[in-house]
């Protein structure tokens, strides 16, 4: 390298306003207009980026504030409409539910009524004719029982009434009963047949051969003789006349004190002489599930209520089917009135071995039709705040006398809507009235946008004139000099506007001042200045076109631009294919000719590798090219 200063002489290094570069056409730098300035912009500069900034915020809060609106508004439309749709779901439920509550109850009643009214007659029929015949209980069957029967399973509504009596049997009287009931079974069936109608062909005989002739334990095998020590509750009479299914022998003569349920049943009856409710059972029809409830009114030996000294005979049992009440309960109706009822019996549920109640089940209503769901409830809890509760069995017994350990059930309805039901009363209004809402201020939020763009655009553009000025600015001067140039000339306006603002001639007064201003320059005392050019480029461009000159000068400036970057180099300008830089200024530094010797170095070995690498593009006496680093340092 060659330390040596053009002319060879070399006095103070000066940066001045004066200095120039050229653009990147010709290998000049032209910094980010994107990294910061850290200099004092001018007073006009300054003041339209601060009033920019007040205007965002403002638009930014004014647009905030309206968004706020639509959100408010559309939230508390669909609010008021979604309340408005849930006030018509719950008043359509509660008049559903209180149908349900209603005829629940009235059924009940009448129930009760009917089968109390059966059993006097049949205690006061059965007091004449047994006085007459000499006789007593259990040596009686009820006369006229198909149509009797028949005529409790209408006033009930009954669609499948299944009926029968049960008469109390002590272990003394077991054999003379069992030889009385199979000498009357013959004529209770040719009664039946001629009564009901055709059994599938079956005549009297059939029916008898399928009757045990004595009181048996169970009902599902394998039917032998009852072997209970206390008294016996024998079925001995039933409407329809029938054999159930999988079953080979007629129900007859079945002890049904067998199932533990039952038996419980009976002892509450006798011991309380009124009627009693079992818990629900469900079982598994031939296409559909269903479920009942067993209810025993019990028969006495005297029709008179009054007398207390009246024994239990026997009893009629009745299995109610709540589906055929809840079936026709809204006939007509779509059956999209879905309805969940849930009936709880206040009895836990039996553990005996052949118990078959339990204590809950759950219904569900669909319009004209209704179905069992199951053994528990099976409500949706997010309805348990519309639930409509109604007890529509409680029995007035005397719990004083009911035996230690049994349990006398009170029956309580519950009545839920379903979420089908709840889909009904949904409309599109929630939606159209909150669309409405946010077109609305949705408009007038993009009205208010779009005079924002006009805004902004004409803004932009001045900006981006300030911007301009202001790199060209940036380009040319170091930051030091930057910053005091913008310094400079925001005093001289000032100073200019104070003496006369209201004249017209305040431009020419600008001018004056800023041409009028001291020149800006400082001393460098300490710095080192790199000069280098392109050997051979003279010759090399002459055979060139211009657009292979501009690559391959903007290839080399430009990685002497990086390297000057790394070691804090202030390149000064470029004229052709020479490139000046300067070591110590405008921040001073202690090595500063270290520093431009390591630049040097550095600046060789790159040209080095970028003429052999566009040989392929430049023709292959690019590779000739070097480069030539001339280093002046000066210091005091």
């Known amino acids: 390298m060659s330390d040596s200063l053009e002319n060879g002489k070399s006095h103070h290094s000066k940066s001045s306003t004066s200095g120039q570069e050229s653009d990147s056409s010709t290998g000049g730098e032209i910094p980010d207009p994107s990294a910061p300035h850290q200099h004092q912009e001018s007073v006009p500069l300054e003041v339209a980026i601060r009033e920019a900034k007040h205007v965002f915020?403002?638009?930014?809060?004014a647009t905030i504030i309206l968004l706020a609106a639509v959100c408010v508004v559309a939230t508390i439309t669909y609010l008021l409409v979604d309340s408005q749709e849930k006030r018509n779901f719950e008043s359509q439920f509660t008049g559903y539910a209180s149908e349900v509550v209603t005829v629940s109850r009235e059924t009940t009643s009448q129930i009760f009524d009917a089968l109390d009214a059966f059993s006097v007659s049949i205690s006061s029929q059965a007091a004449r004719e047994l006085e007459l015949r000499n006789s007593t209980w259990p040596f009686y069957r009820i006369p006229d029982w198909s149509v009797r029967a028949q005529r409790l399973a209408e006033l009930t509504r009954r669609e499948n009434p299944y009926v029968a009596f049960d008469v109390i049997v002590t272990q003394d009287e077991r054999e003379a009963w069992e030889e009385f009931a199979n000498g009357e079974y013959p004529i209770e069936y040719q009664y039946a047949i001629e009564k009901e109608g055709d059994k599938n062909g079956m005549t009297a005989e059939d029916f008898?051969?399928?009757t045990l002739p004595y009181i048996y334990q169970s009902d599902i095998g394998?039917?032998?003789?009852?072997?209970?020590?206390?008294?016996?509750?024998?079925?001995?009479?039933l409407y329809p006349l029938q054999i159930f299914p999988g079953v080979p022998y007629m129900p007859l003569n079945w002890n049904i004190q067998s199932y533990g349920a039952v038996r419980d049943l009976f002892k509450i009856a006798r011991a309380t002489k009124s009627a009693v409710v079992g818990g629900f059972f469900i079982y598994l029809g031939a296409s559909t599930k269903s479920s009942g409830t067993e209810i025993l009114q019990p028969v006495?030996?005297?029709?008179?209520?009054?007398?207390?000294?009246?024994?239990v005979v026997g009893g009629v049992s009745l299995t109610l089917h709540w589906l055929d009440y809840f079936k026709n309960l809204f006939?007509?109706?779509?059956?999209?009135?879905?309805?969940?009822?849930?009936?709880?019996?206040?009895?836990?549920?039996?553990h005996d071995a052949l118990a078959i109640s339990d204590h809950i089940v759950t219904y569900q209503i669909d319009g004209s039709n209704a179905i069992v769901l199951g053994e528990t409830d099976l409500h949706n809890p997010k309805f348990d705040s519309l639930e409509v509760t109604e007890t529509f069995i409680d029995l007035d017994v005397d719990h004083a006398n009911v035996p230690d350990g049994l349990c006398v059930p009170t029956s309580t309805l519950h009545v839920y809507p379903s979420e089908l039901l709840e889909k009904k009363f949904e409309t599109n209004n929630r939606a159209i009235y909150t669309s409405v809402v946010v077109v609305i201020f949705s408009f007038t939020v993009l009205v208010f946008l779009l005079y924002?763009?006009?805004?902004?655009?004409?803004?932009?553009?001045?900006?981006?004139?300030?911007?301009?000025q202001d790199m060209i600015v940036a380009n040319v001067f170091p930051s030091a000099m930057r910053d005091r140039l913008y310094q400079a000339q925001g005093n001289a306006l000032q100073q200019s506007q104070m003496v006369d603002q209201s004249t017209n001639s305040v431009g020419s007064k600008n001018e004056s001042a800023i041409m009028g201003a001291a020149p800006l320059a400082d001393l460098f005392p300490n710095t080192s200045i790199v000069f280098a050019d392109i050997a051979g480029f003279t010759a090399w461009s002459s055979a060139r076109e211009p657009q292979?000159?501009?690559?391959?000068?903007e290839n080399i400036y430009g990685a002497l631009d990086t390297i000057a970057n790394r070691y804090a180099i202030f390149k000064v300008e470029t004229v052709g294919d020479c490139?000046?830089?300067?070591?110590?200024?405008?921040?001073?530094?202690d090595n500063h000719a270290i520093v431009a010797c390591r630049f040097a170095r550095e600046a060789l070995k790159k040209m080095k590798g970028i003429t052999h690498q566009m040989e392929v593009s430049l023709g292959p006496d690019t590779a000739a090219l070097d480069l030539r680093v001339g280093i002046h340092r000066y210091e005091p």
């Open 57 to 61: 915020r403002a638009k930014i809060f």
């Open 208 to 210: 008898l051969n399928k």
């Open 222 to 237: 394998p039917f032998l003789p009852a072997v209970e020590t206390g008294d016996l509750l024998p079925m001995f009479q």
């Open 300 to 311: 006495f030996d005297r029709a008179d209520s009054a007398d207390e000294d009246r024994r």
């Open 331 to 350: 006939h007509g109706v779509d059956s999209d009135v879905r309805l969940i009822v849930v009936l709880k019996n206040s009895c836990p549920p039996s």
């Open 452 to 468: 924002d763009f006009v805004v902004r655009r004409l803004q932009r553009k001045v900006m981006d004139r300030i911007n301009k």
């Open 548 to 553: 292979q000159v501009f690559i391959l000068l």
């Open 579 to 589: 490139y000046v830089a300067a070591a110590g200024i405008p921040d001073p530094m």
